[in-house]
């Protein structure tokens, strides 16, 4: 049985806090995969999927560049010009690690887009799940005073992309759906990924956790909000 509650007024006072500055609970994204190389292609489908959202066309991933490098996905966007509508090209390179991206795995990247760039006009992406370490930040810092076709997005950019295509729930919401069933102290909740389908990953104090799909989350509100007060 539901526990008979006034989810919506909870989960108002809930986003009041928030935005007064009081986060709750931090939601990382995690892309979800039975080894690394599945996780990779994992979210080589997610950015294919938001670029596709974005309007981007020609999309493609695992191609092999005529230099024999592989971009991990390659699409194109179109430009209003003088001469009338021209494409522009954009590849991207997609890193699920756990850690942190490296300085060998960015000067690859690098490596790529120039050899790209010989072709002609290209906008670059790098995607770190879990962000880049402190010398390829200030490589990238370094380079924007040179360079503007160069961007580097993280899981946090990825989240926002997201919430936008999944509707996404706030983890405020997602704590008071969850404390309908336990009331074991919640430590985490976060985005999973996989197969084109959110999930939220909750994490207890006991070091147990459980998966939620985004469309149960929904299921739940419904249920709730229906009930007599």
């Given amino acids: 049985m539901y526990r008979s509650i006034d989810l919506m007024r909870q989960v108002q006072m ?81 890193k699920a690690h756990r850690n942190p991206t490296s300085m060998s795995d960015w000067l690859k990247f690098l490596g790529k887009v120039l050899l790209e760039e010989q072709r002609g006009n290209v906008d670059a992406y790098f995607i770190a799940l879990s962000g880049v370490n402190g010398n390829v930040s200030g490589n990238y810092r370094d380079l924007q005073h040179s360079k503007n076709n160069i961007r580097l997005i993280t899981g946090e950019s990825l989240v926002e992309r997201l919430s936008e295509i999944f509707t996404l729930k706030p983890a405020a919401e997602i704590e008071l759906i969850i404390n309908n069933f336990t009331r074991r102290t919640q430590t985490e909740i976060s985005h999973c990924y996989y197969e084109l389908e959110m999930f939220y990953l909750v994490g207890f104090s006991e070091n147990q956790y459980t998966l939620v799909s985004n469309a149960v989350c929904y299921w739940v509100c419904n249920k709730l909000k229906n009930l007599p007060n």
Wanted: hydrophobic share 35%; net charge negative; aromatic share 6%.
């Fill in 14 to 94: 809930s986003n009041l806090i928030l935005k007064l500055g009081f986060k709750i609970i931090d939601m990382a994204l995690y892309i979800l995969g039975s080894s690394n190389d599945d996780k990779g292609t994992q979210l080589e489908k997610l950015t294919f999927r938001l670029l596709e959202n974005l309007g981007f066309t020609n999309i493609v991933c695992n191609e092999i560049g005529s230099g024999g490098h592989e971009i991990d996905v390659r699409a194109e966007y179109s430009l209003q010009g003088l001469g009338g509508v021209e494409k522009r090209p954009i590849v991207c390179e997609c």
